[in-house]
């Protein structure tokens, strides 16, 4: 067993190394006058030794963030988990049975959050953030000045006109398919904005409000404007975008949260134009809804009035119908009885009044 390692270096010419071997009983001694070839192989051999410890014992721990997952690949190719492909997984059920096997990927092995972790030098780990990003679906990836430098995005709508959308979508990287992003992809965040822009341009170029039926043809004709009808329906338009990207996990690793269009603007030559219609129809079904108000008043008070007057006839009824029931029982017990009842009557009217005049027979 090695006890000491002494090494004497004298002088630039004509040195002596000396190397000191301390067993056990044992010194060994060997002296080497000026050839210098042991002691640079000795040298690059220890050196060799720590750079290569440095560099892929030190340098191989690596940590994983808590917004963060990571993928390892093992000489090129993605560590995955055997026999199973997005098929298998629920990313894929708001595609159709023909997309489904356009885009199958393998599912590979996440690691999750934390640390320290250890590679090889024949591995290298991919590291991704999931954290909701905010981006304007404006934005161009691959020519960030297109669409005003990403701040306007321009569709035609039904009726030709040349619109100007803005507004934002919520994204972030779907951790159910990461071999899509790191591998399937070349650049993702196109893809997903290309099939954004996309869906959403055949949106607005397709879209028809359903009206009521109206009996006023040009107050029909003025409700049938398009960027009238988008912007009142601009709630129903984010949830169609919601709708229709949520296979974009399964397409290219990247889940849209959210798309929320803020403002649909016309091109300015028609805004002043657009404005007046607007007016007028405002106007117009505020005139429409004033008398319609007063219409269904008057036919309130009708109602009141007959339920009233129904009311009214039927209390002066009733008493009589009330004397026809007693006298019909006063009839049934015989005619004694009737003709007690009649002069009972005349007692009580004598009694009331004041002059009594009897006709003589």
């Known amino acids: 067993m090695v006890r000491a390692l002494v090494i004497r270096w004298g002088g630039l010419v004509g040195g002596e190394l000396k190397i000191l071997f301390q067993k056990t009983g044992l010194v060994?001694?060997?002296?080497?006058?000026?050839?210098?070839?042991?002691?640079?192989?000795?040298?690059?051999?220890l050196g060799f030794v720590v750079w290569f410890l440095g560099r892929y014992l030190v340098g191989g721990l690596y940590t994983v963030d808590q917004n963060e997952r990571a993928v390892k690949t093992i000489f090129g190719r993605a560590d995955r988990v055997p026999d199973m492909t997005t098929l298998n997984d629920p990313v894929t059920?708001?595609?159709?049975?023909?997309?489904?096997?356009?885009?199958?990927?393998?599912?590979?092995r996440v690691i999750p959050p934390?640390?320290?972790y250890f590679k090889l030098p024949w591995e290298k780990v991919y590291k991704v953030s999931v954290a909701t990003q905010t981006l304007s679906m404006a934005f161009d990836p691959d020519d960030p000045s297109a669409n005003s430098d990403g701040q306007i995005l321009e569709a035609v709508t039904k009726d030709q006109l040349n619109t100007g959308l803005t507004g934002q979508i919520r994204y972030r990287i779907s951790e159910r398919n990461l071999y899509a992003y790191l591998f399937g992809v070349k650049n993702p965040i196109s893809h997903v904005m290309g099939y954004f822009v996309s869906v959403l341009r055949e949106r607005?170029?397709?879209?028809?409000?359903?009206?009521?039926?109206?009996?006023?043809?040009?107050?029909?004709?003025?409700?049938?404007?398009?960027?009238?009808?988008?912007?009142?329906?601009?709630?129903?338009?984010?949830?169609?975008?919601?709708?229709?990207?949520?296979?974009?996990?399964?397409?290219?690793?990247?889940?849209?949260?959210?798309?929320?269009?803020t403002s649909i603007d016309p091109p300015p030559e028609v805004e002043s134009a657009l404005a007046a219609i607007n007016t007028a129809h405002n106007q117009v079904s505020s005139d429409i809804s004033l008398a319609q108000a007063s219409a269904d008043q008057k036919i309130e008070?009708?109602?009141?009035?007959?339920?009233?007057?129904?009311?009214?006839?039927?209390?002066?009824?009733?008493?009589?119908?009330?004397?026809?029931?007693?006298?019909?029982?006063?009839?049934?017990?015989?005619?004694?009885?009737?003709?007690?009842?009649?002069?009972?009557?005349?007692?009580?009217?004598?009694?009331?009044?004041?002059?009594?005049?009897?006709?003589?027979?």
Do not use: W
């Open 28 to 45: 060994g001694r060997a002296d080497y006058g000026g050839d210098m070839t042991a002691a640079i192989f000795l040298g690059c051999l």
């Open 93 to 108: 059920e708001n595609m159709t049975e023909e997309e489904k096997f356009r885009y199958v990927y393998p599912q590979v």
């Open 114 to 116: 934390g640390g320290p």
């Open 204 to 261: 607005i170029a397709n879209f028809e409000a359903k009206h009521p039926e109206q009996e006023d043809l040009a107050l029909s004709a003025v409700s049938g404007i398009s960027i009238n009808d988008l912007r009142k329906n601009l709630r129903d338009i984010n949830e169609h975008m919601d709708r229709e990207c949520a296979s974009s996990p399964a397409r290219y690793g990247i889940e849209l949260d959210a798309s929320l269009i």
């Open 301 to 361: 008070q009708s109602k009141r009035a007959v339920e009233i007057e129904t009311l009214k006839a039927q209390a002066e009824v009733e008493p009589l119908r009330q004397m026809t029931a007693q006298l019909t029982e006063l009839k049934q017990a015989g005619n004694g009885a009737l003709e007690s009842y009649q002069r009972n009557v005349r007692l009580s009217l004598y009694s009331r009044a004041e002059h009594v005049i009897l006709e003589a027979k």
